[in-house]
């Protein structure tokens, strides 16, 4: 990244000098899988397009996915690379979670019927949806003061009542919260592989538990009745 045209957004320059400098770093010949970040408004789609499938084509990449943008934009790039019989998205990292489910509107349906596979950034909301966020600022945690976006999305008072039957059914299972809220990304339709984030190896190992947790559909059901709809951030 910098502050010149070629050296951001999905040009071709910066695309195939990106991903000669990330195989440079990892030591690697190929990756699996090359994802952009969100949609670059300023560069024709034609050219990201034909670019990525040059990048599949001369075997530095074996998929490519996509990530943050609204489904129309998805679309329409999923429509150009269908047309032309270019290397075609394959996943779509997008923001998902218990107390922003607005992708279930138009991307999580795109995504089904095109046969990609969803990525979720931020299963957790955050760090929110670890049960250990309080409605009032002297008690929240370091990172509830200073996460601004964070801040932004999530804590409002039908997020917290969210998070309220959140801790009822992990309680219910002598479980966490945070295992619970990413047992039910996993159990979302299309959903392949959560992104979280941890500071320690314990939490590494807690989220890994998640993966044997299946929820059942009244848990489901409880776990989503009191959400509200948010701003919808596909450019985010």
């Known amino acids: 990244m910098g502050p010149g045209p070629n050296e951001r957004g999905l040009s071709r320059a910066h695309i195939l000098n990106s991903i000669d400098a990330s195989l440079k770093r990892l030591g690697l010949d190929y990756v699996d899988l090359y994802q952009i970040h969100r ?49 075609r998205f394959v996943s779509m990292q997008n923001h998902y979670n218990l107390v922003y489910r607005e992708e279930e509107r138009e991307m999580l349906p795109l995504c089904h019927a095109e046969g990609v596979g969803i990525i979720p950034w931020s299963p957790l909301a955050r760090g929110f949806l670890a049960g250990n966020r309080t409605r009032t600022e002297d008690t929240a945690t370091m990172r509830a003061q200073t996460d601004d976006f964070a801040q932004s999305m999530y804590y409002r008072e039908n997020d917290f009542a969210v998070v309220d039957q959140l801790k009822q059914v992990a309680a219910a299972r002598g479980v966490s919260p945070a295992q619970v809220a990413l047992a039910w990304v996993l159990a979302q339709p299309g959903v392949t592989a959560p992104i979280i984030g941890a500071s320690r190896i314990e939490q590494l190992n807690e989220l890994g538990t998640a993966l044997s947790i299946k929820l059942s559909e009244d848990e489901c059901r409880t776990l989503q009745a009191l959400y509200q709809p948010h701003p919808v951030l596909g450019h985010s």
Request: glycine share 6%; charged share 15%.
């Open 39 to 87: 949609y670059d408004p300023d560069t024709p789609i034609e050219e990201t397009l034909q670019t990525l499938h040059e990048v599949v084509q001369a075997g530095k990449a074996r998929y490519i996915g996509a990530s943050s943008m609204y489904a129309w934009q998805f679309a329409r790039m999923l429509h150009v690379s269908q047309v032309h019989g270019w290397a």
